[in-house]
């Protein structure tokens, strides 16, 4: 099946300091990469959606200059999360759409990556 | 607006009962839903989509459009279910973005 990778897989970081987190689709390629945040105990809430060699679409109150996205390829999208602070510590989760049949529409999680903002 | 409802955050019972695991949307046209399944420690998989009709790992789920329901169902429980349950919505204009439920976690007792 397809598989959508992460990294890191937890990061701790110091307040001010920018995170990157990589996002891959290791065996298919991906038209479409979601980025993810899950609070704990709670549902995801969508932060962005990204197509290929285009600017992401930001969810409302989601801050674009803050959570910068790139997707470069159709294997790789990037999550910068600058000048991080504590209330940005969180899961953030990644996952990936592929048009290919059968998998049409479905979307394929990484594993998560654990920000911790000291 | 479009939204799914997830009414229980928390669903127990015992190994070898019946389990159903609420989901209801709201959404004006014909929605694409599915119920994806995350285990302890795991990645979010999917379990089933309803356009595909079929049976993952005994579940089953039915689009009552009557209701704007989609309940998961799975007749006998085993403890190996015991996890977090989303349900999602997918709307046909939304650029392939999915509308989440709250999650209801399943625990199945022994």
């Known amino acids: 099946g397809a598989v959508v990778s992460q990294h890191p897989s937890w990061v701790i970081c110091k307040s001010g300091t920018s995170v990157k987190i990589e996002c891959r689709s290791l065996d298919f390629q991906a038209t479409t990469m979601f980025w993810y945040r899950q609070f704990p105990k709670q549902s995801l809430m969508l932060m962005a959606t990204?197509?290929?060699?285009?600017?992401?679409?930001?969810e409302q109150g989601v801050e674009k200059d803050k959570f910068l996205i790139n997707h470069a390829s159709l294997t790789l999208s990037t999550l910068t999360v600058t000048s991080a602070h504590p209330e940005d510590s969180s899961f953030y989760i990644c996952s990936a759409r592929t048009s290919g049949s059968p998998s049409y529409n479905e979307q394929f999680f990484g594993p998560g990556t654990r920000l911790t903002v000291l | 607006a479009q939204r799914v409802t997830q009414p229980e955050k928390l669903l127990s019972v015992f190994k070898g009962a019946p389990v159903e695991l609420k989901c209801n949307y709201s959404y004006s046209g014909s929605p694409e839903l599915f119920w994806y399944v995350q285990y302890s420690r795991q990645r979010l998989q999917l379990l089933l989509r309803?356009?595909?009709?079929?049976s993952i790992k005994g579940f089953t789920a039915d689009l009552n459009k009557g209701e704007t329901s989609f309940h998961l169902k799975k007749p006998f429980a085993q403890e190996e279910d015991s996890a977090m349950y989303y349900c999602?919505?997918?709307?046909?204009?939304?650029?392939?973005?999915?509308?989440w439920g709250a999650g209801t976690k399943l625990i199945i007792k022994p």
């Open positions: 309803h356009i595909s009709r079929e």
């Open positions: 999602a919505l997918r709307a046909l204009d939304s650029n392939y973005q999915l509308i």
């Open positions: 990204s197509n290929e060699g285009s600017k992401a679409t930001y």
